[in-house]
């Protein structure tokens, strides 16, 4: 599967201490940002691009098109355009072992943190339990453990701080009722104000706003 249009493989240059690694793929100021885990559960090796080459992606990407952050799919032509949603893996290097070391995370979270920091997305799709365990760590107040509910939090909404967070259950895992879920959750979603500034006009001398994220 190939992106296309307006996408950018590896726009922030990033040079993991690895061989072999699927880098982050998506236009720098996206509204949405889409979270793995690491190649060997999610994908990505023979085309650089995370979350392809596995048997659900084609489901994957077609609930992404329905629910409205892709704007094309061709599965037969393999093409994905996008102008809002950027994806990467919080270990983006093909892993020595399954699950990696958590020495291993470690050594690879600056990589995804400063491209997370970097884009600034409004959104965060954590795909699975331990991506949506990091990101429920390090960018919530909410307790960490809650990942282990991912039946009952795909495609719910969570507060974070200065992010909205959509966790999504393993494709691999999907039922119908559940790709349904997250299509409808994503519409609704876009239907409404999502994104997460604040008006800090007050501060101004003037009357005129000030919106900061």
Do not use: K
């Not at 994908?43 to 994957?60: H, K, N, V, Y």
């Not at 949506?132 to 509910?149: G, K, M, P, S, W």
């Not at 409404?192 to 706003?209: A, E, K, M, T, V």
């Amino acid at each position: 599967m190939e992106f296309i249009a307006d996408r950018t493989r590896n726009p922030f240059d990033m040079d993991p201490p690895c061989e072999r690694f699927v880098p982050g793929y998506g236009v720098t100021d996206a509204d949405f940002h889409v979270i793995g885990d690491h190649p060997g559960v999610h994908g990505g090796l023979a085309t650089d691009i995370p979350f392809t080459d596995m048997p659900w992606s084609e489901r994957f990407f077609d609930a992404l098109l329905d629910g409205g952050l892709l704007t094309a799919v061709d599965n037969e032509g393999g093409t994905v355009d996008s102008a809002q949603t950027y994806f990467s893996y919080l270990h983006m290097c093909e892993p020595d072992s399954h699950p990696p070391a958590a020495s291993s995370y470690r050594d690879l979270e600056p990589y995804f943190d400063a491209e997370l920091r970097a884009i600034t997305a409004h959104v965060l799709l954590p795909v699975g339990r331990r991506a949506t365990e990091h990101v429920l760590a390090a960018y919530t107040a909410i307790d960490a453990d809650r990942a282990a509910e991912m039946d009952d939090l795909h495609a719910t909404e969570l507060r974070g701080s200065g992010w909205l967070i959509v966790p999504i259950d393993d494709p691999e895992t999907w039922t119908d009722d559940d790709e349904q879920a997250l299509i409808d959750r994503l519409q609704t979603l876009l239907a409404s104000d999502y994104r997460q500034i604040s008006d800090l006009g007050r501060f101004q001398s003037d009357s005129s706003p000030y919106f900061v994220r």
